[in-house]
């Protein structure tokens, strides 16, 4: 492979795509580099499966002229959605061998719009917690530094993008599942509103999670969500339609937008200084860009009951993702079969009845509400992405003795993120900034439901002013 080619792998998207449907270059060209470059960046661990054989004869029917929005261009599939025909593990023992049946309608959508699905990056068992290191597929490293972690949970997928293997990847949000491994390895990563990426046909509704994509570029973020936002006939919840594509609002003129920012941590814990001046800076730079900006925490911010809800909702979806597990494999659910993290979550969502469920999730509707409502007054909340720098190989460790004391690790290292998952706002981590330990550092911004346009237009904003598109890891 050439050095060419390679370098290539670091474009956007969008510029792939027209390359290609130019005839410049050719689509197995390009997805010949990404299956080198994977081969070659093997001590990332960002991939569980790869199918060379099958993303060839792919891109081999791609011709130039093709006017799919994404034709010929090289993606990966997180380890969490279903590919036809493809080992589905959710990253544990306890789904043996199986191979899904069919794809999930993120899948459908990301092929019919030209993508060519080259394998599946790694993510946690359930991908439970903010660091990717499963039992069943071994630690996925930072490109930015082998010894740290690259976030979880798609944390394969942020590893195969910031280490030059691909120029997008697939990936979901179930509490800061984009967001995180964006902030740690520098890429964008937005959780859009709640209902408008579909979840189908296997899964339920899920009021805290969501489909998106990890990019080095706010124009592929866009134009990603285009391929993927829609209703699905089924969908049991949905976002109305935009008014226009949202690509469209790249080129919008914002207007002065009222912007407040916060580095209080929800969880009332610490912040790490740096977080807490990058978030700082953002709030200094948005000023200067004519917006109006006030520090300021919402008094709903901070609540006792909020983390509990939370977790018996996230402890019932893991319980029935290891019964799914072990209806499959024709096991009973054991301990044996997933991690200590997995069994303890497994076991609470058991332990859980169905009147706690109903009330937890009532709860979670009433914060949202009155969070949502701080909003009345500002367009824009800005926060740190994270609490904590990336951390180490094995900080958070699912095979520990006492796992709810992990767990509780994993809040301190993420308590900006999961609040709106259980308020369906979208939110966007934009790389905005590198730490003085030379590592990506990230703020995060969040909307009104189904505010998406508004996100994208200031992230282009920011964008321009502070470009990081061309910041990357040594070697890549």
Not at 26 to 50: G, H, K, M, P
Not at 264 to 269: E, G, K, Q
């Amino acid at each position: 492979m050439s050095a060419e080619m390679s370098s290539l792998l670091t474009r956007s998207a969008v510029e792939l795509a027209a390359l290609i449907r130019s005839g410049e270059i050719r689509s197995r060209e390009l997805v010949e580099a990404a299956l080198a470059q994977e081969q070659a960046r093997r001590d990332l661990n960002a991939f569980t499966y790869v199918d060379a054989e099958g993303a060839l004869a792919v891109a081999d029917a791609i011709q130039p002229g093709d006017q799919r929005p994404f034709a010929g261009v090289p993606i990966a599939i997180k380890e969490l959605n279903p590919v036809a025909g493809w080992p589905f593990t959710m990253g544990s023992d306890i789904f043996g061998d199986f191979r899904a049946p069919q794809d999930a309608y993120t899948v459908r959508r990301l092929r019919n719009a030209g993508f060519v699905l080259i394998g599946r990056t790694s993510s946690p068992e359930f991908g439970i917690v903010p660091a990717t290191e499963p039992r069943r597929f071994g630690p996925t490293r930072n490109p930015w530094d082998a010894t740290r972690s690259p976030g979880g949970s798609s944390g394969g997928a942020a590893a195969a993008v910031a280490g030059g293997i691909l120029p997008v990847a697939q990936g979901s949000d179930g509490g800061g599942s984009l967001r995180i491994p964006a902030s740690c390895c520098g890429l964008v990563g937005l959780k859009p509103s709640r209902g408008r990426i579909s979840s189908g046909p296997d899964a339920g509704d899920n009021m805290l999670s969501s489909n998106g994509s990890l990019t080095r570029t706010v124009a592929d973020t866009a134009r990603l969500l285009d391929v993927l936002a829609g209703y699905e006939y089924g969908d049991a919840t949905w976002a109305p339609p935009p008014a226009e594509p949202f690509a469209n609002a790249l080129n919008q003129r914002l207007r002065r937008l009222r912007v407040a920012f916060t580095t209080v941590s929800p969880l009332d814990t610490p912040v790490d200084p740096m977080c807490v001046q990058a978030t700082h800076d953002a709030a200094q730079l948005l000023a200067s860009l004519g917006h109006h900006v006030q520090e300021v925490t919402p008094p709903v911010w901070q609540s006792a009951q909020l983390e509990p809800a939370f977790n018996a909702i996230y402890a019932a979806g893991i319980a029935s993702g290891v019964r799914a597990g072990a209806n499959i494999t024709r096991r009973a659910p054991s301990p044996e079969l997933v991690e200590p993290l997995t069994w303890a979550f497994y076991e609470m969502g058991m332990r859980t009845s169905s009147a706690e469920l109903v009330e937890a999730i009532g709860l979670l509707q009433g914060y949202s509400r009155q969070l949502i409502n701080f909003f009345v007054n500002y367009d824009v909340l800005v926060t740190p992405a994270l609490a904590q720098r990336q951390l180490p190989i094995g900080a958070i460790n699912t095979m520990g003795a006492d796992p709810m004391a992990e767990w509780r690790k994993a809040a301190l290292f993420t308590p900006f993120t999961p609040i709106f998952n259980v308020t369906g706002q979208p939110a966007i981590s934009l790389p905005l900034y590198l730490g003085a330990d030379g590592l990506p550092l990230a703020v995060q911004f969040v909307a009104l439901p189904l505010g998406e346009p508004l996100l994208l237009a200031l992230a282009a904003e920011l964008e321009t002013a502070l470009p990081w598109a061309g910041r990357r890891p040594s070697g890549v």
